[in-house]
């Protein structure tokens, strides 16, 4: 065994541990949240999958910013065909070990690559200036200093190393198989190698051009590597998750809010409709709604985590249009770093459990009354939103906890919930409901 | 004809084929109730054999509900559901989009099923059954523009049967780059009709008002008693020479009903 394949063996053996803990982590996390079974309608969830997710429907709203992600998502989707030969190349010690068996398919294959990472290239040098150059609002907003904006442009430049690397190895190789055919077998005339090449790396020595190959060899598989350590802790889990977000995206009428069978069942019992519920004293008073992650699904997690802060439901968001702090991309921002705060905590203190989990802090430290009061429930966001994640459900939730459990709120809200439940009308008035029918009847006796 | 109580008909031993909800915007907004009785013109003009339920209408609960208050919504909408399947109501038609979305997608979790249409999708079937013909003369070629509103359009996409009814005017209708699943929030729904504004730089309406005027319409077509409101504000606000009808409002103007 080479020292390359000890060295490769090692890489692949670390990465593959800690990915493995670091996305345990993550799915932990996820279902922190609420049970919630989403098994219905395997049909049409397998349908949005294809559409949505694989065929990035919503994304075309947005026709030159879809063509282009489709262009880095298309070459990232390619291009693992390539990394599976990188791995049985690492481990086996051998090199390209599809394209003597393949032949002329393998030459298609490697050149359909290219000409994608060609694209993706240039999709990814304009991005790096749209995100940076171009003030485009939805990359400015305050949610989006620090981090998040290092995160957007860093995923960039690690594409770029990537496509340095994918060709200065296919580069290097076309040129390697003139000059010594027996260890590297023909790949056939590549679309963009065989001219970028000789181009670049024409008139180096072997030996150079034999490191050259290397370097581009393992700078492409580190780069892919350090993709599993990086995504993780940024927002680019989206690659993964959008698939099972879409599958589990609600399906029934985006204007039916959640129903509160246990309230539901309250009201009809003390209307006496249903068989009066036995209430134990001792029993401490239910919470309703949501204060934390624990109170939210676990499918409101799985947004948070999926969410690549595009910032789309932001800019179509009338609150945020119009100043006010709401950004409906900040919630979901928010629940994700409140579940990777509980997560790390449960991982130092292993006494610490979903069940008795008390840091005193909970969702209300990251996300204000004031973003919460400036929605108009309008759905802009969930329509927005590319990958069908839902900001609303978890904003009308903590809405919920603010008015059922803290009996907290808009002051201005409680006459018109009396008046709802005092006078039947969200208004309180003198008049009879039916007064405009009796005038409008009185106005027809006298025509 | 009069606008007859389920109650009444009952008395008489009849039922009506169709419900009218009028909510608590048409039923006590000065504004709202016009689109009230406008819609009364025009389902009577239509011969429809419809009721509404007076006095024993409740808030659908609506902005409660999304307020976050749970108690109340439910007290409210089990209440009507009560009074709906008492009567075996089984067509409801509203002018309200909140009301049409609370009683056709939240009503079935608590035991009130029922076909529910707004009422531009009543006026829309109606002109396409021959059941009621639009005279074009006082709206042609004038510019209209059409509000989309929330509840009605993004959250349960009724986006071509007002549309259809407007096509009937003979007018010009311009849309707004901001039409359809991207239309603007007047800003009244999810209960901030019944609270200030967060604080932020302008209001909601002024934005969709200042749109409004730069299509340059004479009239703004809506469908809502909230937007109607809201924008009417918006104009007043802008100063701006734009009419806020509902689109029943439109047809009883044009028919002179």
Not at chain 1, 326 to 351: F, H, N, Q
Not at chain 2, 107 to 117: K, Q, S, T
Request: proline share 4%.
């Amino acid at each position: 065994m080479g020292l390359q394949q000890i060295i490769f063996l090692l890489l692949i053996g670390i990465s593959g541990y800690f990915g493995f803990k670091r996305y345990g982590a993550i799915k932990r996390n996820i279902f922190l949240g609420q049970d919630e079974d989403i098994s219905d309608n395997a049909g049409q969830r397998w349908k949005n999958v294809l559409l949505v997710a694989l065929g990035q429907k919503k994304m075309f709203k947005r026709i030159i910013p879809a063509v282009l992600h489709f262009f880095i998502y298309a070459a990232f989707l390619m291009t693992q065909i390539e990394l599976i030969e990188i791995i049985l190349d690492g481990l086996t010690g051998k090199h390209r070990i599809f394209a003597s068996s393949l032949g002329g398919f393998y030459t298609f294959l490697i050149s359909f690559i290219e000409i994608l990472s060609i694209l993706a290239f240039v999709a990814t040098i304009i991005f790096l200036w749209r995100r940076n150059m171009l003030k485009l609002p939805r990359f400015h907003k305050p949610e989006m200093n620090g981090w998040p904006k290092l995160d957007g442009n860093l995923i960039l430049y690690g594409e770029i190393l990537l496509l340095i690397g994918i060709f200065t190895m296919n580069g290097t190789d076309t040129l390697l198989q003139q000059l010594d055919p027996a260890h590297y077998p023909s790949t056939g005339n590549l679309a963009v190698s065989s001219w970028l090449g000789p181009a670049l790396f024409g008139g180096l020595g072997e030996s150079s051009l034999h490191i050259l190959e290397r370097a581009g060899w393992w700078l492409h598989l580190i780069v892919i590597l350090g993709f599993i350590y990086y995504l993780p802790i940024s927002k680019h889990l989206h690659i993964f998750l959008a698939f099972p977000n879409v599958y589990f995206a609600k399906l029934k009428s985006r204007g039916e809010m959640e129903n509160m069978p246990v309230i539901m069942n309250e009201v009809k019992s003390m209307m006496g409709l249903i068989p009066e519920i036995p209430v134990d004293p001792n029993e401490e008073l239910p919470e309703f709604g949501s204060k934390d992650i624990f109170d939210l699904s676990w499918k409101n997690i799985l947004d948070a985590y999926t969410c690549t802060e595009c910032g789309r439901c932001t800019s179509m968001c009338p609150a945020n249009l119009t100043g006010k702090k709401l950004s409906p991309r900040k919630i979901m921002m928010d629940i994700r770093d409140r579940a990777e705060e509980v997560g790390k905590t449960l991982d130092a203190d292993k006494t610490k459990t979903k069940e008795n989990y008390d840091d005193g802090k909970n969702l209300f430290d990251y996300i204000s009354k004031e973003e919460l009061h400036a929605c108009t429930t309008c759905n802009a966001c969930v329509e927005a939103c590319p990958v069908m994640i839902d900001p609303l459900e978890p904003i009308l939730k903590l809405r919920r906890y603010e008015i059922l459990t803290e009996s907290a709120g808009p002051a201005e809200w409680v006459p018109m919930f009396t008046a709802i439940e005092n006078g039947g009308a969200v208004w309180q008035v003198p008049d009879a409901r039916d007064k405009w029918a009796q005038e409008f009847n009185q106005n027809q006796d006298a025509e | 004809m009069k606008v007859r109580t389920v109650a009444e008909l009952t008395a008489e031993g009849k039922s009506p084929d169709i419900l009218f909800w009028v909510g608590c915007a048409g039923s006590f907004d000065a504004r709202a109730q016009k689109v009230t009785v406008a819609l009364c013109k025009i389902l009577n003009e239509a011969k429809l054999n419809y009721a509404i339920l007076g006095n024993e209408e409740s808030c659908t609960g609506d902005p409660a509900r999304r307020a976050g208050n749970e108690f109340v919504f439910q007290m409210t909408a089990i209440q009507n559901i009560e009074v709906l399947n008492g009567y075996n109501i089984k067509k409801i038609v509203t002018a309200c989009p909140h009301c049409f979305n609370t009683i056709k997608n939240e009503y079935p979790a608590l035991g009130g099923n029922y076909e529910v249409i707004h009422h531009t999708q009543l006026i829309q079937s109606l002109i396409e059954e021959g059941k009621l013909t639009i005279e074009s003369g006082d709206f042609k070629g004038k510019k209209i523009t059409y509000h989309d509103s929330c509840y009605l359009g993004r959250v349960n996409d009724v986006y071509e049967a007002p549309r259809k009814v407007l096509e009937n005017l003979d007018a010009n209708l311009s849309e707004m780059k901001r039409c359809k699943s991207k239309g603007l929030c007047c800003g009244a729904g999810g209960a901030q009709m019944f609270k200030e504004d967060e604080p932020g730089d302008k209001r909601i309406n002024m934005d969709r008002a200042e749109e409004i005027v730069d299509t340059g319409a004479e009239i703004v077509a809506a469908n809502c008693p909230f937007c109607i409101t809201m924008l009417a504000d918006g104009m007043k606000a802008k100063e701006a020479n734009v009419m806020v009808y509902d689109i029943s409002e439109l047809i009883v103007q044009s028919n002179k009903l």
